[in-house]
């Protein structure tokens, strides 16, 4: 079956280190890959999409990667702030069907 | 990008009890989905609401248990039917934005359901 798999281990990192986030599947071949950030709470809010033909994406001091070969993607926060502290979600689409990673929780320490 | 409300934000029920969960967005969507996660859990898709057609379920959801309505473009809810401690959860709707091949979603609040 499908599957997701995001380091269920919190990350803890110091401000302004870079964060690195992993997001591992199988038995899929998604059309894109989507990361979100979800804050305690609330709704997962999207941040980056990344096609499977791209290998990679940024957005100011965001950057995924994704190798279809490994079946993988780097989510990176560069210059990290405690602001970013928070669950983020990788989720990938085939079709009209989203699934979702459960998340990796992200502290970054002042 | 769309902004979407939804009611309640949480609720305490009863076991054997039905609670509809509302979810409104402020403008004309063609695709409303339903999540369910659980804590330290990832988003597992319900069903997917479409207006003016039958919502298509996921394995292992049945519309005996989750009824979806979607009576217009902007306006779904999904009732849990019911209800047992198994189902205490956090409910999500979401959207995508309908515009471009390559879609993000966006979220509602959540509804926090705790079920006794």
């Known amino acids: 079956s499908q599957k997701i798999e995001q380091n269920s281990e919190a990350l803890n990192i110091q401000e302004g280190k870079t964060a690195t986030l992993t997001c591992n599947y199988t038995?899929?071949?998604?059309?894109?890959l989507q990361w979100y950030r979800q804050d305690p709470g609330r709704g997962p809010v999207f941040l980056l999409l990344?096609?499977?033909?791209?290998k990679e994406k940024r957005k100011e001091r965001l950057k995924v990667t994704f190798d279809t070969t490994l079946k993988q993607s780097l989510f990176h926060i560069t210059a990290s702030q405690p602001a970013d502290s928070a669950t983020y979600l990788c989720a990938l689409t085939g079709g009209f069907k989203t699934i979702f990673g459960a998340g990796t929780r992200l502290f970054v320490k002042a | 990008s769309a902004v979407i409300s939804q009611k309640p934000s949480r609720d305490i029920c009863q076991r054997g009890t039905s609670l509809t969960i509302q979810c409104q967005v402020d403008s004309q969507v063609t695709m409303m989905f339903w999540y369910r996660q659980q804590p330290g859990q990832s988003l597992t898709l319900i069903a997917t609401?479409?207006?003016?057609?039958?919502?298509?379920?996921e394995s292992g959801f049945v519309i005996d248990k989750f009824p979806i309505s979607r009576p217009n473009l902007t306006f779904s809810t999904l009732t849990v039917s019911n209800m047992s401690p198994e189902d205490s959860s956090i409910y999500l709707c979401?959207?995508?934005?309908?515009?471009?091949?390559?879609?993000?979603?966006?979220f509602g609040p959540g509804t926090r359901l705790t079920v006794l």
């Open positions: 038995n899929y071949s998604p059309a894109y």
């Open positions: 990344i096609r499977e033909n791209e």
């Open positions: 979401s959207v995508d934005n309908g515009v471009r091949v390559y879609n993000e979603q966006f």
């Open positions: 609401a479409n207006q003016g057609s039958e919502a298509t379920y």
